[in-house]
Every structure is written in C-alpha cells, then in structure tokens.
C-alpha cells in the first residue's frame, strides 16, 4: 500500500497517487510543469502499468513496448526528471540497482538475494519496527528510502 506524504506531488484532480491510472500520465507530467513527450509519456505509462518498484533497466523493456525505440540513456534522463518533479522517487536495493517508484509509494521493501524478488513489507509491521525501535533507542526511522536485503520463503525453502 502506498502512503501518501506529499499532497503537491500526489494529488491530480482530487486523486491520490494510488489511484492514478495509466491513462493519466500525460496530465500527471503536465500538472508538474513536465513537457509531455512520447519518451516521458511512454516511461511513466510503463511504470503505473507496472505499479511497483522496478529497475531502470527492466523499466526501459516496458516503456520500449509502450512506444518503440526508446533507448536506455532516454529512460534514464527521464527518470532524472520525474524525479526532480517529485513524480518518482528512487529506493536503494542491497548491492544491485535502485528501484524507481511513484513518489507517492514510500513504504518499505524487501529485496531477496538470491532470485532479486521484490516484496512490499506490510505497513503494520513496519510502523510496529519503527515504534518499538524508538522505545528502545529513542531513534525514529523513516524507512522506504533504502531496501531490506534477505532471502524470500521460496528461496529458504529451495536452500532446505
């Protein structure tokens, strides 16, 4: 589930960023002050057709099938633009690359080790880890900006 932080960024016509549609993307980039070119459109079109984390490279695979010849450098600098306009934000993944995700999405994920299988780490156990945490050291996380790195249940089971 994503959390909404950033009522600028996340909101379109009354909508919040867990809402927003594929179809939405020209007037996302354009409610931020973004020129809406076929490159940008195709990029964030494959992201909320996505709906998730996703790596610059595998992105580029989507937005390549959302509008042909789109090179990789493309997607890229464009992913650097959304970013500066709050449209995405990036999250740091164990030793592999960031993840790209709606700057809307700030909650906290686990990246397996072994298979790169993403999984989104349920709200409640997170603020649960962030309470109990500053109980204990009196520090307050903010997580969702860096991965937990583990090993998934399908891979311990196949290690067994």
């Known amino acids: 589930m994503m959390r909404v932080n950033d009522d600028s960024v996340t909101h379109l016509d009354g909508r ?29 079109r494959a992201l909320l057709r996505h709906g998730g984390p996703i790596d610059a490279a595998a992105l580029t695979a989507l937005a390549q099938a959302e509008a042909a010849g ?43 080790r072994d298979c ?11 603020d649960r880890f962030v309470a109990e945490a500053h109980d204990a050291i009196g520090f307050t996380l903010e997580p969702g900006h860096f991965a937990l790195e583990g090993v998934c249940g399908d891979c311990s089971e196949r290690g067994r």
């Open 16 to 44: 919040t960023v867990e809402a927003w549609t594929v179809d939405d993307a020209e007037a996302i980039l354009r409610t931020r002050g973004c020129r809406a070119t076929r490159p940008r459109v195709a990029v964030l």
């Open 70 to 112: 789109i090179h990789e450098a493309t997607v890229y600098r464009t992913i650097g633009v959304l970013s500066d306009q709050g449209i995405v934000t990036h999250v740091h993944a164990g030793h592999g690359p960031s993840l790209v995700r709606l700057g809307g999405d700030h909650g906290l994920i686990a990246v397996c």
């Open 116 to 126: 790169g299988g993403i999984t989104a780490v349920p709200t409640v156990a997170v």
